[in-house]
């Protein structure tokens, strides 16, 4: 018997656990490895959904987002090789805003923050390249800022200054944008583009700058547009607003009479963009000399007493006049009467001459027109009939009276402007408007909206979830706990009935069929409940 005992003590694994301690051991441990196995599919379930934050940021970028991430503890993960940064669904929104507050992501260019690192010693080859990148990553930025714009490069080709005329060369500048999905760019926003980069660079010229979209399309070729109607885009825009502004004024002053949706008006406009400037000197016609304005006037007079030869006449007046002499006392002689008589009276001459300069009338006008000036209006409207209701509520349309459609038209002249003179026209024209069938959208099937798919999703995953947990529990856990609750109570004589359990199991492989078929009758006949236990562990065993 003391061989039996000692081959009844488990030497390895299987025997340890044909007893009845291994069997309620290895019954807790698959008990508790299902609770492992259930928490780890409720926490699969529990754990959150991510989106992308942010998706192609560069490495210097990527880095300061994740150090950022890491303070506001924010979990993420990286997806698509690297390429997107994924945060939880109900936190993507928070964390732009932060990370948005503090300038993330900067986009990958470098700005003039590139000059603040410059090594000492660096040669002036490596601060004009230096200066350059700073100039390309500011403008790039620049450009950003346009809400259609998604990312942009600029380069700059800038030559070297010579001490020669003639061989000095313009910089250029390149531009490639890469637009939101579904944005465009018109022309008025290309042309600021390219002002705004000619402008921010010396001596470069905005016909040198060429403006390229991710598609490879050239957006800066305006020769076409200005070949075809001599005018530039912010003409053909003026225009436009011109027109627009027109049509609107029209509309709005019509559609209080017949009604918002009963009036359509367009207009045409000629304008003149051509500058012109001119200088004109007229002069009046001869006014008379009462109206006339006196400029300067001179007026002389002379006066002439010497008259004609007196005297008498003969040979005594023709001889040279004698000595004269002055006597101390000389008798006063008087002239005879008739020689006095005789003598002639002396001849007296007066000149006058005068000179009136006046003023001549004359008109100096310099003239200088200014582009965008309107040369003729062409204006249509179209008015529906008037909508009248009966006593009976049959709803009828009826065309405008006279004296309604002369009241519009009159509305219209005076909200366009209308200036006969300029060759303006008008047409007014009322007819029924064609009812507009309204276009059937076909509404999307309930299966294929997307926050159906969502909860869709996310009510499969909570469904998979418990589907999981109830069978690790039906299947597995509870058959467990039933086992470890329904395992036997050790007996008394446990020790006994192992031995004899280990000896009958044990028999040595020279023992004859019969020794061995009489011990176990004996042992089934004396101790029927220890046979019992050894045929439930062996069917136990063998499930």
């Known amino acids: 018997m003391a061989g039996a005992g000692e ?50 940021f560069s490495d210097r970028d990527g880095g300061a ?69 700073a100039m390309e990553g500011e403008l790039a930025r620049s450009i950003e800022s346009l809400s259609a714009v998604q990312a942009a490069r600029v380069h700059l080709a800038m030559p070297k200054d010579s001490v020669f005329v003639s061989e000095q060369k313009q910089p250029t500048a390149s531009v490639l944008l890469n637009l939101h999905p579904g944005r465009v760019l018109d022309a008025q926003q290309v042309s600021a583009i390219v002002h705004l980069v000619a402008s921010s660079v010396p001596e470069l010229s905005p016909k040198n700058v060429t403006v390229v979209d991710e598609n490879g399309n ?44 009963n009036v359509r008006a367009e207009a045409t406009a000629d304008m003149d963009f051509s500058h012109s400037e001119q200088a004109v000197e007229s002069y009046k016609p001869n006014q008379t000399p009462d109206a006339m304005a006196i400029r300067s006037q001179q007026t002389s007079e002379s006066t002439n007493g010497a008259g004609g030869p007196a005297g008498v006449p003969g040979a ?69 009939y008037r909508k009248s209701v009966d006593k009976s509520g049959k709803v009828t349309m009826k065309p405008l009276t006279a004296a309604e459609l002369a009241q519009v038209t009159n509305l219209v002249k005076e909200a366009m402007g209308y200036n006969q003179e300029r060759g303006d026209t008008l047409n007014v024209v009322n007819s029924p408007f ?87 009758q004996k042992l089934a006949s004396e101790d029927p409940r220890a046979v019992a236990n050894i045929v439930k562990t062996w069917v136990g065993s063998n499930e």
Not at 67 to 92: F, H, Q, T
Not at 234 to 246: A, E, R
Not at 438 to 448: G, N, V
Not at 463 to 489: C, D, F, S, T
């Open 7 to 56: 081959m009844a003590i488990p030497g390895n694994v299987m025997d340890f656990t044909r007893t009845a301690g291994g069997r309620k051991l290895m019954l807790i441990l698959g008990a508790a490895a299902v609770v492992a196995i259930m928490a780890a599919v409720w926490m699969w379930g529990r754990q959150p959904d991510y989106r992308v934050l942010f998706a192609n």
């Open 65 to 133: 987002i994740v150090a950022e991430l890491d303070k506001m503890n924010i979990p993420y993960k990286y997806a698509d090789g690297g390429g997107a940064l994924l945060v939880p669904a109900d936190r993507v929104h928070d964390a732009r805003l932060k990370l948005a507050a503090q300038g993330l992501p900067k986009g990958g260019n470098v700005g003039f923050e590139l000059m603040e690192n410059q090594k000492l010693g660096a040669s002036q080859f490596i601060e004009q390249v230096n200066f350059q990148r």
């Open 218 to 261: 050239l957006l800066s070729d305006t020769s076409k547009t200005a070949a075809a109607n001599g005018m530039d885009p912010s003409q053909i825009k003026y225009v436009q607003d011109y027109q627009d502004n027109v049509a609107k004024r029209i509309e709005s002053i019509i559609a209080p009479i017949v009604g918002a949706d």
């Open 316 to 384: 005594l007046t023709n001889q040279p006049p004698a000595p004269a002499t002055a006597p101390i006392t000389a008798p006063a002689q008087k002239a005879p009467a008739a020689a006095a008589a005789a003598a002639p009276a002396a001849v007296t001459t007066t000149q006058k001459d005068s000179t009136v300069n006046y003023e001549v009338d004359k008109t100096i006008q310099y003239v200088q027109k200014a582009g965008g000036g309107l040369k003729r209006l062409s204006v249509a409207v179209v008015v529906n």
């Open 434 to 520: 064609a009812t507009a069938t309204p276009e059937a959208i076909p509404e999307t099937p309930l299966w294929k909206r997307p926050e159906t798919l969502d909860l869709t999703l996310q009510g499969g995953k909570y469904l998979l979830m418990a589907v999981a947990l109830a069978l690790l529990y039906l299947r597995l856990l509870k058959p467990l706990l039933k086992k470890i609750a329904e395992a036997p109570a050790r007996p008394a004589h446990s020790v006994d009935l192992q031995l004899q359990q280990a000896d009958v199991m044990a028999l040595p492989g020279q023992r004859n069929y019969q020794e061995n078929l009489s011990r176990a």
